[in-house]
């Protein structure tokens, strides 16, 4: 089983990467797809007159402020269309994928944070009307079942609390999540970048190879939105993936690629 991370962001190529994933459909290499949105929520967003907003909490990571207006634009493309357009492109190859979010058939469980301490202009405030949470408990026996009938599944955030409600997560951790709850051999996330870079931007600097115990040095070269893959890369390896490759998802074959040692792999 590989769980194939795909990334949000300006520059990705979807059509490239369902000619890759079509390819390994066929042949019968078991898939399970997870994918953002960031790019096209924030255009959306500000289209629809409710701008995003980013957070940093105390411990240094940036998300997305949650409020209940962004969780119904998040909705409208993460599940619309960005999972509906990934769907019909793997449809056109003959795929027969299926799109759920994490809401759907309780996927993905988590605690919703019920207080997140941010940073702001230097000082600490308490946010509480924000709806994001950690994917905990992925339902296995679902996904194993579609599996079983033959279907390719292709996820997205948000999760779902224990309370019932929709709860922005992380993509990255999410994958991360399901490829430990499947025991994935490996976890692919594809980006609009060659892989973890010692001088972002600079694609020159590309880290070829980072030994699974040394990960925690790795944290410091993530700026950013970096640092919530390096995480996820982390949370995947101590629960007992083989590899986590940070791949370009630009490129034609990205996916074969990355399997074949491009990018930047983590691992023994
Ligand atoms: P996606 O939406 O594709 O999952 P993100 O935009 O969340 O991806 O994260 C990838 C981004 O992280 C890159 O486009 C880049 O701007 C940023 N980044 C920060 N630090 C690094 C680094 N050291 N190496 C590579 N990318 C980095």
């Known amino acids: 089983m590989i769980i ?12 490239l990467i369902a000619d890759d994933l079509a390819d390994l459909v066929k042949a019968k290499q078991p898939l399970i ?3 953002g949105g960031s790019a096209l929520t924030n255009k959306v967003a500000e289209q629809l007159g409710h701008p995003p907003q980013f957070v940093t909490s105390v411990s240094g990571y940036s998300s997305r402020r949650t409020d209940r207006r962004t969780l119904e634009i ?8 960005m999972n509906k357009g990934l769907v019909e492109r793997l449809q056109r190859r003959g795929v027969n994928a299926i799109g759920l979010s994490g809401l759907d058939g309780r996927l993905w469980q988590g605690t919703r944070k019920d207080a997140i301490k941010i940073v702001e202009n230097g000082k600490r405030r308490v946010l509480r009307d924000d709806y994001t949470g950690k994917v905990e408990q992925v339902n296995r026996s679902l996904l194993l079942g579609l599996l079983e009938m033959g279907l390719l599944p292709i996820l997205t955030p948000p999760a779902v609390s224990y309370e019932g409600e929709a709860i922005n997560v992380d993509g990255d951790r999410a994958a ?9 051999e490996a976890l ?14 600079d694609e020159a600097t590309l880290i070829r190879h980072i030994p699974a115990a040394k990960i925690d040095q790795f944290m410091s070269v993530a700026e950013d939105r970096m640092k919530k893959k390096v995480m996820g890369a982390q949370e995947a390896l101590a629960q007992g993936i083989g590899r986590v490759v940070f791949a370009d998802g630009r490129v034609a074959q ?9 990018g930047t792999v983590i691992g023994t």
């Open 4 to 15: 194939v991370k795909i990334g949000g962001s300006e520059g990705i190529n979807y059509d």
């Open 33 to 35: 797809v997870v994918h």
């Open 74 to 81: 998040f909705e409208m493309v993460y599940c619309g269309q």
């Open 176 to 184: 991360a999540a399901t490829a430990a709850a499947l025991q994935a």
């Open 188 to 201: 692919i996330i594809l980006s609009n970048v060659p892989g973890l870079l010692e001088k972002f931007p």
């Open 254 to 262: 990205p996916i074969q690629r990355a399997l074949a040692g491009e």
